[in-house]
């Protein structure tokens, strides 16, 4: 991020109960639920300073959950697709076998 006031880069700290080598993402993933984390974002060049506290309402994840874990992997592995083609022949290929299955059922 670029410094609102003079355009530099600010550094980004994360809380005290944190080494200074922190990111706000590994500070996240260790926080328990209802835990705030101290957040500054500091600009060296100018002195601007921002702090912030981000607050863990909830906690949800899908640790033991296969079903959740497989529609993450398969989801991030639609994201990496980069020709819109692919993608629009993949979704015909799926969408082939429902429509024959309606068909048949009639």
């Known amino acids: ?16 109960d944190h080494p200074p080598s922190a990111s706000l993402t590994d500070a996240l993933l260790a926080a328990d639920g209802d835990e705030c984390i101290e957040v500054s974002r500091n600009c060296w060049n100018c002195g601007w300073h921002e702090e912030r506290q981000v607050c863990v309402a909830s906690i949800e994840t899908t640790e033991g959950d296969e079903t959740a874990i497989e529609r993450a992997a398969l989801l991030d592995e639609i994201a990496a697709i980069e020709c819109l083609a692919t993608l629009e022949d993949a979704l015909a ?10 068909c048949l059922r009639r």
């Open 1 to 16: 991020m670029d410094c609102p006031a003079c355009g530099s880069s600010v550094t980004l700290e994360v809380g005290l």
């Open 93 to 102: 290929e799926v969408r082939r076998p429902r429509c024959h299955e309606r």
